[in-house]
Structure formats: C-alpha cells, structure tokens
C-alpha cells in the first residue's frame, strides 16, 4: 500500500500512534534507560469528535527455571500483538515499540511499526546513544522509515 496515496485521516492517525509512540520510548530511556515493548492504540471514543490514546503493556514472563534470565522481548511483542488482535476491532491505529540492536553497525535503536485497520503499516526506526555518564545527555539521530507488512490489521 502507498502511504502518500492515503487518505489524510489514515495519515494522521498513522502519525499519531507513531509520533506518541516514540514519544513514550524516548522518554523512558531518558529516565529510565531502557524500555520494554508497549503499543499506543487510537481508539474511537462514541459520541466524541478525538479518539483516545492509549498505553497498553504486557508483563515480561518469568523463566521458572532460571529467574535471573534476559527479558525476551520477542514474547513480549508476540503478547503485545495477541492482546491487540483481541481488542483489535475497537482500535482505529496502533504502534508497537521495542528496543533492538542494529546488527550493522552494533547501535541501539527505537524501532516502531504503526498499522491502520485498513491495512496501511510503515515503520520508524530511531538509533540512539546512551549518555557516557549517568545524567549525561542522550543523543537521538533522525529517525528512518522502513517499509513495514500489516500484521495486526491483515489479522481482523
């Protein structure tokens, strides 16, 4: 689907979840210096003009066996997405965020996918830099945007 033929509505809730998105994950590597995987879902509201966003977060599940185990973020979207395919119909727009690693070059990075429910989805991707030291400032670079395959909205 070609984003610059979409109808302005489509875009504007695209970049809502996006902008918000990626919003929310800057602001927890600030204060916080990681972030687990979440979504901002746009949700019609009756009887209002603006939709709601929303937060939605799973909790990262415990390895029994060897609790002081790495979070597997992967499950943690794969939960993110059955949650969203759950309440999938009553959203207009969502974004899931995780951090990852870019392989290339060995480099922190954002990485957010927006979907509309009528199938349109492209991605972000933001590298960043961790502070030196503690309190120290955090450097963004421009975020890039990635070709992306609806998953959710293919999944209504």
């Known amino acids: 689907m070609n984003l610059e033929e979409l109808d302005e509505?489509?875009?504007?809730?695209?970049?809502?979840v996006l902008g918000t998105a990626l919003g929310v994950a800057r602001e927890q590597l600030e204060e916080q210096?990681?972030?687990l995987p979440f979504a901002i879902a746009?949700?019609?509201?009756?009887g209002e003009d603006e939709p709601e966003l929303r937060l939605i977060a799973v909790?990262?599940?415990?390895d029994p066996e060897d609790p002081e185990a790495d979070i597997d973020t992967e499950a943690m979207v794969a939960d993110l997405m059955q949650v969203l395919n759950q309440q999938g119909t009553?959203?207009?727009a969502i974004a899931v965020a995780s951090d990852v690693l870019l392989q290339?070059?060995?480099q922190d990075a954002i990485h957010i996918v927006a979907e509309?429910?009528?199938g349109a989805a492209l991605a972000i991707v933001q590298p960043y830099t961790m502070p030196a030291e503690p309190g120290g400032e955090w450097h963004f670079d421009e975020p890039a945007a990635e070709s992306a395959e609806a998953i959710w909205?293919?999944?209504l």
């Not at 509505?9 to 809502?16: F, M, R, T």
């Not at 746009?42 to 009756?46: I, S, V």
């Not at 909790?59 to 415990?62: A, F, G, K, V």
């Open 42 to 46: 746009l949700e019609p509201q009756e």
């Open 33 to 35: 210096g990681v972030f």
């Open 104 to 106: 290339d070059n060995d």
């Open 153 to 155: 909205a293919n999944a």
């Open 116 to 118: 509309h429910r009528i």
């Open 9 to 16: 509505g489509v875009k504007d809730a695209l970049n809502k």
């Open 59 to 62: 909790p990262p599940t415990d």
């Open 90 to 92: 009553h959203f207009q």
